[in-house]
T-cell receptor, first 111, second 113 residues
Framework: GESVGLHLPTLSVQEGDNSIINCAYS??????FIWYKQESGKGPQFIID?????DKRQGQRVTVLLNKTVKHLSLQIAATQPGDSAVYFC??????????FGAGTTVTVRA | DTEVTQTPKHLVMGMTNKKSLKCEQH?????MYWYKQKAKKPPELMFV???????INESVPSRFSPECPNSSLLNLHLHALQPEDSALYLC????????????FGQGTRLTVV
């Protein structure tokens, strides 16, 4: 699978491999985090969320990991499929109505 | 129904025009948002309404005027826009705006000519 330790703006992954997308957040007071997927011409679509009292949460084919010590969030996608090609954003919220987005990672799945 | 509906999908307007973007949700959410998204950039927060009251204005120019007629509707009135205001305008809603999932509409692609 593809794995990067730092946020990169693009990620190319072979179909069937696992993907890891990283995000560094800025506000140590943030206590709620969301991963969104945005396909071309569409609005962001919720993938998975995690609260600050957790360090891992799993969904269908996706896992989010939270490391509050280094303010780092990652999204793991298992068995990446062509339909997973999109831009992925992490977003943080600290209970003040503001949902702030990270820079985004464009994932391209190679057949 | 987990849908946020935005109209129109596309809008082209001149710099002297007045137009409005509309957003609707029927999930009983009490927080609604306007975001602006330029190409290849993340969404940027513009306004937040909580319980039909404007709670956040992120220093948005007055040529953008939000309105929340009721708990299901959110409008964005546009007047005297500039070409650099061309972008994708996204509406979102969440249950109460505090650490809950936000659902996004498909956006209005705005072009100012």
């Amino acid at each position: 699978g593809e794995s990067v330790g730092l946020h990169l703006p693009t990620l190319s992954v072979q179909e069937g491999d696992n993907s890891i997308i990283n995000c560094a957040y800025s506000n140590s007071a943030s206590d709620y985090f969301i991963w969104y997927k945005q396909e071309s011409g569409k609005g962001p679509q919720f993938i998975i969320d995690i609260r600050s009292n957790m360090d891992k949460r799993q969904g269908q084919r996706v896992t989010v990991l939270l490391n509050k010590t280094v303010k780092h969030l990652s999204l793991q996608i298992a068995a990446t499929q062509p339909g997973d090609s999109a831009v992925y954003f992490c977003a943080e919220n600290n209970n003040d109505y503001k949902l702030s987005f990270g820079a985004g990672t464009t994932v391209t799945v190679r057949a | 129904d987990t849908e946020v509906t935005q109209t129109p999908k596309h809008l082209v307007m001149g710099m002297t025009n007045k137009k409005s973007l509309k957003c609707e949700q029927h999930m009983g959410h009490r927080a609604m948002y306007w975001y602006k998204q330029k190409a290849k950039k993340p969404p940027e927060l513009m306004f937040v309404y909580s319980y039909e009251k404007l709670s956040i204005n992120e220093s948005v120019p007055s040529r953008f005027s939000p309105e929340c007629p009721n708990s299901s509707l959110l409008n964005l009135h546009l007047h005297a826009l500039q070409p650099e205001d061309s972008a994708l305008y996204l509406c979102a809603s969440s249950l109460d705006g505090q650490n809950t999932e936000a659902f996004f509409g498909q956006g209005t692609r705005l072009t100012v000519v």
